[in-house]
């Protein structure tokens, strides 16, 4: 049959020569695990940030100073535009897929065939005020910066800054 090297007490299993114990991986199945485990995790967090950016797009534009929004009813169809401080502008989310879209002028909206909205201005409350302090973009990084770096600092210290344990060998 094989001869008896080890002699596990707490399982009452005996072990044969050149197998490793149940439940024991090889030291390089541990590796290629763990080396799996940084993988999937690098792509969950890539996956998390391009859906977080893909979702603040839709709420902050991209480019400085474009920040009217070309809005298409669902109701009507109609193309309608709304301007920063109008009443359903805070509301209003741009769908890319639906054809919505940012603009930069009144007049490249119009050029384009949108119409603007027939609400009145907004009365100017809550956080508002801070627009006169912070552009879009500062407040775009600042975003970017609190939902990415607590995922980066993460990624860095459970994939790259973890080392391999040693195995104790008898």
Known sequence: MGKIVDLDPRKRQKWKTGHNAPGQLRPHARRR?????GI???ASIAFITAFALFNISHNVPLIHGCDIKGNISHNTGQ??????????????????FDGE??????????????????????PTRGLAFLSDFLDRETVLALLVGI????LAYFAVS???GRRP??????
Do not use: M
């Not at 695990?33 to 485990?37: A, E, G, I």
């Not at 879209?101 to 201005?121: L, N, T, V």
């Not at 344990?165 to 008898?170: P, S």
């Open 101 to 122: 879209r940012w603009f930069c002028s009144e007049e490249a909206a119009r050029e384009a065939g949108w119409r603007k909205a027939h609400s009145e201005q907004k």
């Open 33 to 37: 695990s763990r080396q799996r485990k």
């Open 165 to 170: 344990t040693k195995t104790k060998r008898t």
């Open 40 to 42: 999937s995790r690098i």
């Open 158 to 160: 459970k994939v790259i």
């Open 147 to 150: 939902i990415v770096g607590p």
């Open 79 to 96: 193309r309608i535009y709304h301007l920063p401080g109008q009443e359903y502008y805070d509301e209003t989310r741009i769908n890319y």
